[in-house]
């Protein structure tokens, strides 16, 4: 009778804990548009059990087709998407079958991206009347800014 009473009470204790701490599994997305006749971003890198997900934003048809045919949408039109998860480590390639100048790459990797270094980013600027502007300056320290102009 002790051991049936302690039995219910474990069970009453886990299935309180799982109410209020539910398990659930943490799905990884990634977006990609299909925009101006390009795949936009052309390259990403992402986790294995990621899903990428392609939105058609062109009046065209496209498709999302591996190189190697381990996916391959069909047709799709604007407004539709597509998904695929990608388990396995590796590079992915793939093109739009009607326009194969559109290409991108799906890069798989289980490793942990390195740390980035402190430093400062500056956004690509035009030269303008032979000047160099520097607008969007980040900076998590003091330092120089090096400009290069050929």
Same mark, same amino acid.
């Given at each position: ?7 219910? @009470?474990? $069970? $009453?204790l886990?299935?309180? =804990? #799982? ?7 943490? $799905?990884?997305?990634?977006?990609? @548009?299909?925009? !101006?006749y =390009? ?5 990403? %890198?992402? @986790?294995?059990?990621?899903?990428v ?9 496209? =498709? &999302? %087709? ?6 391959d949408?069909?047709?799709?039109? /604007?407004? @539709?998407?597509? /998904? ?6 590796? %590079? ?15 890069? &798989?990797?289980?490793? !942990? ?7 400062v &980013? ?7 009347n032979? =000047? #160099?502007?520097? /607008? ?12 290069h102009?050929?």
């Amino acid at each position: 009778m002790r051991s049936r009473m302690l039995m219910l @009470e474990i $069970l $009453l204790l886990l299935s309180i =804990t #799982l109410t209020i701490c539910p398990v659930q599994a943490q $799905l990884q997305t990634e977006d990609i @548009e299909v925009r !101006d006749y =390009t795949f936009q971003p052309d390259s990403i %890198t992402v @986790e294995p059990g990621t899903t990428v997900i392609w939105t058609n934003y062109d009046n065209d048809q496209h =498709t &999302v %087709t591996s190189n190697e045919e381990i996916f391959d949408s069909g047709l799709f039109g /604007e407004g @539709e998407t597509f /998904e695929y998860t990608f388990e396995e480590p590796g %590079t992915y390639e793939y093109f739009c079958r009607p326009h194969p100048f559109m290409t991108g790459e799906v890069i &798989v990797s289980d490793e !942990d991206p390195e740390p980035a270094e402190p430093g400062v &980013v500056v956004t690509d600027q035009a030269i303008v009347n032979d =000047t #160099l502007t520097y /607008e969007d300056v980040i900076s998590d320290g003091p330092g120089w800014i090096d400009n290069h102009a050929d």
